[in-house]
Nanobody
Framework: QVQLVESGGGLVQAGGSLRLSCAAS????????MGWYRQAPGKQRELVAS???????NYADSVKGRFTISRDVPKETVDLQMNNLKFEDTAVYYC???????WGQGTQVTVSS
């Protein structure tokens, strides 16, 4: 059974940084694409960044150059380093796996302008 638990959200001023972490259990990283999604109030959930089983990364255009996704296979964690945060980054951030498709409970990120 897959379990994903996010941590690291909070309140930060625009231009600041946060690091989100996802503790994953029951996930085989070598065959899984792990992702970070976000959902702002009144908006659809969107992909922020993903990392494949081989380590290839993909980012939404809106976060390229500011966010970095990484994983630690022995520790079974997937992190999202967020720099130069903007007000529009405010959302609930979710960790996900695709095999099987699973979601964490989400962590709130609030950026004050």
């Amino acid at each position: 059974q897959v379990q994903l638990v996010e941590s690291g959200g909070g309140l930060v001023q625009a231009g600041g940084s946060l690091r989100l972490s996802c503790a994953a259990s029951g996930v085989i990283f070598s065959i899984n694409t792990m992702g970070w999604y976000r959902q702002a109030p009144g908006k659809q959930r969107e992909l922020v960044a993903s990392i494949t089983g081989s380590g290839a990364t993909n980012y939404a255009d809106s976060v390229k150059g500011r966010f970095t996704i990484s994983r630690d296979v022995p520790k079974e964690t997937v992190d999202l380093q967020m720099n130069n945060l903007k007000f529009e980054d405010t959302a609930v951030y979710y960790c996900s796996s695709n095999l099987p498709r699973s979601w964490g409970q989400g962590t709130q990120v609030t950026v004050s302008s």
